[in-house]
């Protein structure tokens, strides 16, 4: 079990998979790009919460993950809100290049778009 | 085992968590608003996909939940992108009024913000 030095009120709030992880959505403050999707423990989020640094927990490697530690693409906090219902963080940041391991700047620019059929809102005449 | 309609070629770039899940975050199409984060299966993905309106897979009810068809707060599909591993798809969308149940424009404003300490990127005098 690792360290875990979360304030217990946020702690309290959490609502933890199986794993013990929940999801963590990174957006560049400015832009509101969505650059990627991580996990993080309790230890991770209070890392997050208390250094200026965004740190996951790996879960295919087990261990913690500050990002840019070896990309060098390291991802500086603006903001950490916690949804409705304690399973998901939203973390604003401001990401220093590309923020995916492929080299582009969001992991769903390396994934790709996957042709949707637009939908549109009522009373809209678009698309 | 629910039916699954979706794309062979889709379906092969996803890497579902253990209960057949990817993670769904979903943005305003023009704002950038991260709304919400939800949960799909191949074919929540594949309504999703063709159906112009976003469906997910209720973890909680153990159903497949069609974004506002109760509360009237649809959310109309602008595209969907997968990400480079696989495991996560943004789905940029036109939502209409609250995406959170509580009422509030984003299940992040619901949850609130947990006062990071912000941090800077190199070469930057802010915060």
Redesign the interface.
């Known amino acids: 079990m690792p360290a875990n030095n979360l304030d217990p009120d946020?702690a309290a709030?959490l609502k933890r998979d199986e794993h013990g992880l929940v999801?963590a959505?990174v957006?560049q403050h400015d832009?509101?790009?969505?650059l990627?999707?991580g996990w993080m423990d309790d230890e991770a989020l209070h890392r997050?919460?208390?250094?200026?640094?965004v740190t996951f927990w790996s879960r295919s490697r087990g261990e913690y993950w500050r990002k840019g530690d070896t990309s060098g693409h390291?991802q500086?906090?603006?903001?950490?809100?916690?949804?409705?219902?304690?399973?998901?963080?939203?973390v604003r940041v401001?990401q220093?290049g590309a923020a995916?391991?492929?080299g582009?700047r969001t992991?769903?620019?390396?994934?790709?778009?996957?042709?949707?059929?637009?939908?549109?809102?009522?009373g809209?005449d678009h698309?």
């Open positions: 946020v709030r999801c959505v957006q832009t509101g790009e969505v990627m999707v997050t919460l208390t250094s200026g640094r390291t500086h906090v603006r903001s950490v809100a916690l949804d409705c219902d304690g399973d998901a963080v939203l401001d220093v995916c391991h492929t582009t992991c769903f620019d390396a994934g790709g778009d996957l042709g949707a059929v637009v939908g549109s809102a009522p809209q698309p």
